[in-house]
């Protein structure tokens, strides 16, 4: 009879180790052995291999982890596109940081990840095709009072309710962040922004559960430091990474944004699926979100990515605003009925607005947002679910991924 080996050996690829530990190179090469044929070489800048890998580790392990780390560029260059992994032996938060800079796509940590190989490189990949990855979702607007936060918040909310909990806010409007004054979270302490960063070697399943912030909802929340000083550390290398962790563990992360095209905004934008553009009808906003549309677009952010939300809509319009509206020519994806004392009363009672008045249009209106997000089809089981009482019935179209995944830690 055929073993698995043999019935692979037609698509059999080749996985090149870099680096001089010889013993973890053979036992690598045994758990790959299935997929791969592994091969070693010594580490040096610009390797250049007689055949294109289509897997590469490197060996950052030891004293000379970090002049391993340093020598990934070169490395990157001459392997063409083969998904790139880094080995370590400890979770040193400057080795991890260094490497997660370069684009790598991702940590082999030995001696623990050795018999999973296959299949974390396998996780790996399909979650850098999107697989696994939930959807990065930012809300911006040049203008600051316009709903933004409000919208995050209340959107983020009902993405949490509808996956069960696996939806995180994040707050990155430097320097003070007020998605806090929304959130009533328990009553722990939880991480900050700041926090989050300075753990990430050590997150795991287990810690991101108790960290964490939790809203009644089953929101998750991750906010900016109260001590300004702490802010340093919330950089845009920092936050793309702390977005991308999330987005391992959450099928939904959604960031409130600050007012600008800051390093740190343009590393939320540049990973989002959906940028939600916020407006209110007033000629300050028209002229923002057109400046920002046209900005996006500069940066090459595809039309798809760029959803115009109109918020505080009035039946009655302006009709200069109804004309400049028209003559934006950008599409209002949703829109937000004014409403200010419904949204002042739910803040005043500490609710979002789901619990505080489900029946309005303005929460009919935020669903509609949090819809847009939602993997296309799924809208009608969702409201078969909800009509029939079901909660959480979200998880199932993610596989496993309800809230936090139990037993998978950062690799
Ligand atoms: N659709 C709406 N109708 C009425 N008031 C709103 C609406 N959306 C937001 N607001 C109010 O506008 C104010 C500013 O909202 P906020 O979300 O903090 O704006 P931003 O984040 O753009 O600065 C808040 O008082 C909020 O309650
Ligand atoms: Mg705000």
């Known amino acids: 009879m055929q073993n698995a080996s043999d019935a692979l050996s037609g698509s059999r690829k080749n996985a090149l180790y870099i680096g001089s530990d010889g ?3 053979s036992q690598m090469a045994r758990a790959l052995t299935l997929l791969y044929d592994l091969s070693r070489e010594e580490i040096r800048a610009a390797y250049r291999p007689s055949t294109a890998p289509d897997l590469v580790f490197i060996q950052a392990t030891g004293p000379d ?4 780390v340093e020598l990934i560029p070169g490395i990157r260059d001459s392997v063409g596109s083969a998904p790139v992994f880094v080995i370590i032996d400890s979770r040193d938060a400057d080795i991890l940081l260094a490497a997660s800079k370069q684009g790598i796509q991702g940590f082999v940590e030995i001696p623990d990840d050795i018999p999973n190989l296959l299949s974390i490189v396998n996780k790996e990949q399909q979650r850098s095709s999107g697989a696994f990855a939930g959807v990065l979702g930012t809300f911006f607007s040049l203008k600051g009072g316009v709903g933004t936060t409000t919208l995050a918040v209340n959107v983020a909310e009902q993405l949490a309710l509808y996956t069960g909990g696996s939806a995180i806010l994040v707050d990155v409007n430097m320097p003070l962040g007020d998605s806090s004054l929304y959130i009533e979270h328990d009553e722990r302490e939880n991480y900050s922004l700041n926090d989050f960063i300075l753990n990430i070697n050590r997150m795991n399943p287990d810690l991101m559960e108790s960290a964490i912030a939790r809203h009644k909802s089953g929101l998750r929340y991750l906010g900016l430091p109260n001590n300004l000083a702490d802010l340093e550390c919330v950089t845009d290398v920092n936050i793309k990474m702390v977005l991308t962790v999330l987005r391992r563990y959450y099928n939904y992360v959604i960031v409130d944004c600050a007012s600008d095209f800051s390093p740190v905004t343009l590393a939320c934008l540049d990973d989002s699926s959906f940028i939600m553009l916020v407006a209110e009808p007033s000629l300050s906003s028209i002229r923002a979100v057109r400046i920002a549309y046209d900005t996006c677009r500069q940066l090459g952010y595809s ?9 505080r809509r009035t039946d009655q319009g302006d009709e200069i605003i109804n004309e400049l509206l028209g003559a934006l020519q950008i599409p209002v994806t949703a829109e937000v009925e004014n409403n200010y004392m419904t949204f002042l009363e739910a803040l005043q009672k500490g609710c979002l607005l789901n619990e505080f008045a489900p029946q309005s249009l303005a929460s009919r209106q935020i ?12 809208e009608q089981i969702m409201e078969q679910d909800i009509s029939s009482g079901k909660s959480g019935w979200f998880g199932g179209l993610f596989g496993s991924r309800s809230g936090v995944r139990q037993g998978e830690a950062l690799k």
Do not use: M
């Open 23 to 25: 013993v973890t190179y």
């Open 367 to 378: 669903r509609d947002i949090a819809s847009l997000l939602l993997p296309e089809g799924s």
């Open 303 to 311: 039309p798809e990515r760029l959803k115009f939300i109109l918020n």
């Open 65 to 68: 982890a970090f002049n391993a």
